[in-house]
């Protein structure tokens, strides 16, 4: 069983940045796992904001998240990054990473970021 762990939420101020991380829960991620991060705001559908290949690094954003979201991953560390620059109030949603191993896609529980006015 794969379990992404996020962490890194909290309350922050309109025009903050904010780094959540993404690890494999009593694990490692491996070779071929692809990171994924995605959000949703209250009321509303959950949203991607884009991915990363764990062994190659390569990262794809959803167009409408493509500027003020950085994804990378550190090997050393074992665990993904999704870096914010200039937070808004409606950035202000549940942050969810998922691994894709073996054509399975394993969700974590969510960080909850907060950004205030």
């Known amino acids: 069983q794969v379990q992404p762990a996020e962490s890194g939420g909290g309350v922050v101020q309109a025009g903050d940045s904010l780094t959540l991380s993404c690890s494999v829960s009593g694990g490692t991620f491996v070779g071929d796992d692809m990171v994924a991060w995605y959000r949703q705001a209250p009321g509303k559908e959950r949203e991607v904001i884009g991915t990363i290949t764990w062994d190659a690094g390569s990262r794809h954003y959803a167009d409408s998240m493509r500027g003020r979201f950085t994804i990378y991953r550190n090997y050393h560390e074992n665990r993904a990054w999704l870096h914010m620059n200039g937070l808004k109030p409606e950035d202000t949603a549940i942050y969810y990473c998922?691994?894709?191993?073996?054509?399975?896609?394993?969700w974590g529980k969510g960080a909850l970021v907060n950004v205030s006015s």
């Open positions: 998922n691994i894709q191993r073996d054509s399975v896609v394993y």
